[in-house]
T-cell receptor
Framework: NAGVTQTPKFQVLKTGQSMTLQCAQD?????MYWYRQDPGMGLRLIYY???????DKGEVPNGYNVSRLNKREFSLRLESAAPSPTSVYFC???????????FGQGTRLTVV | AQSVTQLGSHVSVSEGALVLLRCNYS??????LFWYVQYPNQGLQLLLK??????LVKGINGFEAEFKKSETSFHLTKPSAHMSDAAEYFC????????????FGRGTSLIVHP
């Protein structure tokens, strides 16, 4: 029962460096999401993919790119890290209709 | 656009006391509403969901929530807090535009004192 798997779990970057986060789900879900969590800000949607081959911007897409590689995998690339308190990136997936989202364990990003 | 407001970034209760976490939503269509819980250094997991069936929804770990359309609310309650309930709780809404993308509130941190 793997569910949603994210890698890596932790990431430390220097200002200006880039990173790619990987996400895979084994529940045959059509929809996949990337959220970021910052202290006091809740979860904000970066990008989402409603189905294989499609991606759309969310609330905070600037500085990011995504790729829906196939139905299982959805990667997120941060182009240039900026100094900020530790943020956490979550990948999630959901099936069709009004159903709940399933979340990965998160990637904790520190930019120094 | 759909949105969620969670009143109180922190709620502190004593063990055994009533837990009440507040959530108000805004949506142009009948909403679908969710409560998720996040334990330290973990991802979010579903506590309960409302999808237009019974307005009183029971979830895991003794939590329940009541959908009140007239008040646009979906407050989370538990009669008796346990130390293990200490976590971050998120309310989420979906359904607007037919896309079912979850929109989350800012979260409420539940602190349970012995």
């Amino acid at each position: 029962n793997a569910g949603v798997t994210q890698t890596p779990k932790f990431q430390v970057l220097k200002t200006g460096q880039s990173m790619t986060l990987q996400c895979a789900q084994d529940m045959n879900h059509n929809s996949m999401y990337w959220y970021r969590q910052d202290p006091g800000m809740g979860l904000r949607l970066i990008y989402y993919s409603a189905s294989e081959g499609t991606t759309d911007k969310g609330e905070v897409p600037n500085g990011y790119n995504v790729s829906r590689l196939n139905k299982r995998e959805f990667s997120l690339r941060l182009e240039s890290a900026a100094p900020s308190p530790t943020s956490v990136y979550f990948c999630a997936s959901s099936g069709s209709g009004a159903v709940e989202a399933f979340f990965g364990q998160g990637t904790r990003l520190t930019v120094v | 656009a759909q949105s969620v407001t969670q009143l109180g970034s922190h709620v502190s209760v004593s063990e055994g006391a009533l837990v009440l976490l507040r959530c108000n939503y805004s949506s142009s269509v009948p909403p679908y509403l969710f409560w998720y819980v996040q334990y330290p250094n973990q991802g979010l997991q579903l506590l309960l969901k409302y999808t237009s069936a019974a307005t009183l929804v029971k979830g895991i770990n003794g939590f329940e929530a009541e959908f009140k359309k007239s008040e646009t609310s979906f407050h989370l309650t538990k009669p008796s807090a346990h130390m293990s309930d200490a976590a971050e709780y998120f309310c989420a809404v979906t359904g607007e535009g037919g896309s079912y993308i979850p929109t989350f509130g800012r979260g409420t941190s539940l602190i349970v004192h012995p």
